[in-house]
């Protein structure tokens, strides 16, 4: 009976780390694709910022959001920090191209990069509301997993803490 409860407490804490490293390494995944925007955006002149596309990632960010039972309120503040951390790596990028040059081309916006930050959206919001489901916050604890998981050589610390520290706050309706 004891080896059977330490085998329930292990897959227990087994099934917990998985859906959070799912949860991480979409997070990871989606900010992989920013400097491809960047890049994108500098050969075609166009402003890192913009207001129009924002919109309709967070229209499309609060309907996953209900779809996966999130709290819509903490849901889209989260997807906002998102969306400031990628303009952040977009600028680092398009800095950087300034000094260095870039002759590789970039992922195609239309029809590579979106539909990858779409699905990667998505399931970003899925693993997020399971892991609530089951495991109630996503606390201090899961800090290190975080930082060694959401690794960008545009990030500073200072930035995964922000993005943390709204992910902390997610709740689920």
Known sequence: MRLFLTICVLWAN?????DLSLL???LNSRLTYMPDVAHYKALNQLPI???????????????????????ITSALAFNQ???NIAK?????????????????????LIT????????????INQNLST???HNGQITEQNWQ?????????????QDLRYLFEVLKKIKIK
């Open 14 to 18: 087994l099934a917990q780390a998985s």
């Open 81 to 83: 920090a998102q969306m």
């Open 49 to 71: 910022e913009d207001l129009i596309r924002e919109q309709k990632v967070t229209k499309s960010a609060a309907k996953t959001a209900k779809q996966f039972g999130l709290d």
């Open 131 to 133: 892991y609530l489901k």
């Open 24 to 26: 991480f390494n979409d």
């Open 88 to 108: 952040v790596i977009q600028y680092r990028y398009r800095a950087r191209l300034l000094t260095e040059k870039n002759s590789k081309m970039p992922r195609d």
């Open 145 to 157: 997993q975080f930082k060694d998981s959401v690794n960008h050589k545009y990030l500073t610390e």
């Open 112 to 123: 590579q990069v979106r539909p990858a930050l779409i699905a990667l959206g998505k399931s």
